[in-house]
């Protein structure tokens, strides 16, 4: 028998990018046909199912016993979760509001009214929140979101209560723990929020769609029911310049002018907004996914660039070497990759038009 197996099977353990290999040789392979697997692997043990097991269900099964401090979570939250979610969990930078959106009379009914209005900005977690299991178990299997699972059980108690003492639920001086959890669950502003849909659950009902089938010549009804106002065509620059160079979702050319504009109307803002051939280049080298006309998006806006280099008549060759080679400090520590591919001639052009500011 040879002394390197024939066959190897390889498992990756999804947690520490771990990979385990398993060589069968040919003998002890030829006898396990015609059941390939057996005699591979191993029973978990329990410190590996006890790693694993952490779900908290909404009836707290599975929750560690432990408990934590508003006052404790409090410092957690500032050192380890601010600088992503805000000082008092508002932040619409990272991720959407955690705190927001309830109101004392939320508390007493269980249902959260802002989230039947139309006209409220954002869904924040705790108007969303229905169990308190499962702000408990994520934050406990994913938060910091840097360093996940990082947090002790009691820091995880101390810093679920400090984000219900920022939603107005519990007082300063609160003790969050395996004992009270179900008393402060009863005090959820959107406790009673949670709707079970018959015909998502009842595999033998009917579904929840009301549409004939239908495969050939069949009837189209579309009608538009969301589109951008005029007012705001231009709030945020040029959309079309702002695309995503993945995904499907495509910015339109909201410079030009749609929907009840006069043809002479429609032809002002065109010959407005027509770049010359620049823009397409700009597009060709995917310039597009950094930088736009007036905003600031990884790169500086055209409109900026103009402006700093206004009257430097050196600056065209300083660009263009610039985007050649790419580099950082100027505007700021992120650098811009080089440029290797692009013609000289379309860099100058490249550059020529930056510092017209991108018209
Ligand atoms: C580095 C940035 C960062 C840090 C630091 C961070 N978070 Fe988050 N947090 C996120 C992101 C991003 C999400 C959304 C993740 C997703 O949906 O996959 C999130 C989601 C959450 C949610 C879920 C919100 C919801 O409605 O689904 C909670 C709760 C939360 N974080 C709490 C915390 C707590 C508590 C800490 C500190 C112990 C913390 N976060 C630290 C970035 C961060
Ligand atoms: C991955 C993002 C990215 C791409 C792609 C990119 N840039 Fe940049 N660009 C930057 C950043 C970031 C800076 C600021 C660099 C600095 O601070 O020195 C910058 C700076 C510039 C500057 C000003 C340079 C200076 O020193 O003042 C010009 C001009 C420029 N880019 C043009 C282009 C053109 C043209 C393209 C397409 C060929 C392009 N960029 C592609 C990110 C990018």
Redesign the pocket.
Known sequence: MSMFPDRVRCYEAAMAGTIICIGVMSAAFAQSIPLPYTGIGRTATPAEIKAWDIDVRPDFKGLPPGAGSVANGQQIWETKCESCHGTFGESNEVFTPITGGTTPEDRVTGHVEALMRSDFPQRTTLMKLTQLSTLWDYINRAMPWNAPKSLTVDEVYAVTAYILNLGDILPADFVLSDKNIREVQAMLPNRNGMLKFEPLWNIKGSGDVHNTLCMTDCKIDAKTISSLPDFARNAHGNLAEQNRLIGPVQGINTAEVFGDATPAKKAATKVVSTAPDASD??KK???V???ATRSK????S?KD?SA??NGDVGASA??AA??RI????????????A?AA?SDED?HA??Q???SGGQ
Do not use: E, F
């Open positions: 280049l700009a080298y995917a310039c996914a950094c930088h998006l990884i790169g500086p055209y660039i700093k280099y300083k660009l610039k985007i790419g580099g950082a400090g100027t505007w700021g520590t992120t650098p811009m990759p440029h692009i860099l490249l550059a038009w930056s510092l």
